[in-house]
């Protein structure tokens, strides 16, 4: 690693650093889309050795970044996010060797035909090339999308925040070995040596066509800076408004445990449920025990006016509260008049994440996934199963809640593209 | 079609104007999104027998854009693009007939699996939204780009080129009754009624969240524009510099008759090949043949000194023939050092559109396949065949040579996102 830039470096030595990052990143990216399985896989176990072994200088560097984030009064949920043990070392030498027991999601043939002339035609994955992740505090991020990277054939530029600047930079000197040990270009995982935020706003221009997607992991902040400013695609949440409706056919008891599941298993996360809308036809009966789980789980719940008078237990909510991504202990609570009237608040103040309605009526199910346009929708499971290991595809690198691309969990398959392979046997158009 | 905003409309009452049709697109996709095949079907025959209906009326809509053309002194070329007869607007009417024939993606099954817990996850086709189309003066677009839009259940903004206006207007005319007879929303295909550039500023801009994405359809100076401006996703290809390498172990009867295929079949297409790459190896059994083949087609051969040297026939290339998209009876011509050169040759002047290999060596025809990062790689097969119709996908609004979402041919499915479907039977998450 290169200290010699620091935060404070001149504009056009930044600019001519990132562009040779942004050069060497292409010529790793060709060879790492030639580069087979085995060879990937032998430089993530390499990795994940070369973590365990370095585990006393990693925990070293990280005890840097925690003084100075103490020093600098970083709040308590801010240098948990921070802090290594060697629970967190092993936990990410374990998640690489999960990721090396992964399929290789790379020459995979997705859809293959023969046209009636003979020609074989093959939808076969390829990388899609180099990937940039600009992140903040957790130095985990640095081994797990670095090696998300690395399984799907592209090169990565890795941004990581400057409050863990020492802890990412002994990660990635790990992840440097590993490739070295595979005989794998070093450049196919780089990290930018400088905190001076010139170098993120270069990344979100591309660095000359040589960036081809931006991931962000962060807070709002981040994630809204990098959606706007970015000039290449982003795979991305801004944030995570998730809904759970308990429509009038709700089993009550599956309708409760799903509930308090969906909000309070872990609030903090971006599948965690932030609203609960309640068919009016069932408050009579479904809305107290609703708010009874709620409560003993120590939820706080606001309300529209119609569920205050029925419970007094719920706290006035105001217009915001149904675009507020709580991240806390808190749930705002509507009534509304069955699946069409759910589908239509969700529209108007949801962040097309992921939405569950609990119903035991197979109909009207089939209308909330279809009318619901997120990109999760559930029946009758918790929201909180938003998530790539849950889906069953390994390790992700965040959730995306755009339409282009990838969507939902983005895993090593959604950082791939695809080209035609097409097989004749000497065709030629006719006129 | 609305007359009254001209050219030359003030800025503000133009944005005004974009600004609301993109809410009412948006409005309409949500109606389309979950409109079934059957209604979307009648609609495209309704359209189809407008089409044939209206006929006299659009063909007289076509006579002023062409007596307007011939006005400005507009170049042959263009004009014929511009031409309607009655058998072009039968061609239309039929490839609307087709459209509805084809699949319909929405609402199709991509890939489902089972977790361990139960879950059902499955990926569902959804539309993509609302799509931009921005061309130039073929008026069949119109037609072609708004049928394949809503077969895929998108909403889509249309904006053509001032030259056809009279003539995409009659066109949209048929379209939107064929809309209103299937009880669909009108505004699931419009057409800007102004030929102001400023509405084009406005669509690459993406009308405030309005457009997903832009399909530009016309020259290289319009899609260039698209590119570097848009600020939401563009599928396009700016060229076609294809390739055709002739491998040492070509059969040089098949490689001939590949190569003027390739070239000469039709020269103005994208997928027309503008460099032919020949394996030095061969060159003093195999040049000659193929400059046989190209001379007598009618071709001019430009070539490197070594080919020059072999043959008298070839004229001289400079360094910019390699980058050139000649769209004309022109080849460049250069002999190479085997399949990894000519793999060389492709990634540093190549459009990553199509190339193809002739060879009878399956390995090296694999590594040609593998090293060549083009949207679609060929062996033993003429670059001609590079289009939605060939790979039997049916209608095509264009081919991307972009890595993100869609590659290749953009028919009906490549105009689709998806999104997961989740199923359970009450299942909440473990901490």
Redesign the interface.
């Known amino acids: 690693m290169d200290d010699a830039i620091k935060a404070g470096a001149g504009g056009q030595e930044i600019a001519a650093m990132m562009n040779e990052m942004g050069r060497k990143a292409r010529s790793a990216a060709?060879v790492l889309?030639?580069s087979g399985a085995e060879v990937k896989n032998r430089a993530l176990m390499a990795m994940a050795a070369a973590l365990r072994a370095e585990a006393p200088r990693i925990l070293a560097a990280n005890a840097k970044d925690m003084a100075a984030g103490e020093a600098r009064g970083l709040a308590g949920s801010f240098l948990d996010r921070l802090m290594l043990d060697e629970g967190r070392i092993e936990a990410m030498a374990a998640s690489l060797e999960d990721i090396a027991g992964l399929e290789d999601p790379v020459?995979s043939v997705i859809a293959s035909?023969t046209?009636p002339n003979g020609?074989k035609?093959e939808r076969v994955r390829?990388p899609?090339?180099v990937i940039g992740i600009i992140y903040e505090s957790r130095p985990n991020v640095t081994a797990d999308a670095g090696a998300l990277c690395l399984k799907s054939g592209n090169a990565v530029i890795l941004r990581g925040g400057s409050d863990s600047v020492h802890s990412s930079r002994a990660i990635h000197a790990c992840l440097a070995r590993g490739l070295r040990q595979a005989g794998l270009p070093e450049e196919a995982i780089q990290i930018v040596p400088t905190t001076d935020r010139e170098a993120v706003r270069l990344m979100l221009g591309g660095l000359g066509g040589q960036i081809?997607?931006i991931v962000p992991r962060g807070g709002k902040g981040l994630i809204s800076r990098v959606q706007t400013e970015a000039r290449v695609?982003v795979f991305s949440h801004l944030e995570g408004i998730c809904h759970v409706y308990v429509d009038k056919d709700a089993?009550i008891g599956?309708a409760r445990?799903?509930t308090v599941?969906?909000k309070m298993?872990r609030t903090g996360i971006c599948g965690a449920a932030e609203t609960l809308l309640v068919d009016r036809a069932v408050a009579e009966t479904h809305l107290k025990p609703l708010v009874d789980g709620l409560i003993e789980a120590g939820c706080e719940v606001r309300g529209d006016a119609a569920s205050q008078g029925m419970d007094g237990r719920i706290k006035p909510a105001d217009e915001e509260d149904w675009s507020t991504e709580y991240l806390a202990p808190i749930i705002s609570l509507k009534l509304v008049d069955g699946v069409d009237a759910a589908a239509a608040h969700i529209?108007e103040y949801g962040s097309s994440h992921t939405e569950s309605i609990i119903t035991d009526n197979d109909e009207t199910?089939a209308r909330f996934?279809?009318?619901v346009?997120?990109?999760?929708?559930?029946?009758?499971?918790?929201t909180?199963?938003a998530d790539g290991g849950?889906?069953?595809m390994g390790a992700e690198i965040g959730i995306a809640t755009g339409?282009?691309?990838a969507?939902?969990p983005v895993g090593v398959e959604q950082l791939t593209?695809?080209?035609?392979?097409?097989?004749?046997?000497?065709?030629?158009?006719p006129?």
Do not use: C
């Open positions: 060709g889309a030639n020459g035909w046209r020609l035609i390829t899609l090339g081809d997607v695609p089993d599956m445990e799903i599941n969906a298993r529209a199910a996934l279809s009318l346009d997120s990109a999760i929708v559930m029946h009758n499971a918790s909180q199963f849950e889906f069953g339409r282009m691309h969507r939902g593209s695809f080209k035609y392979v097409v097989t004749g046997s000497g065709q030629v158009r006129k």
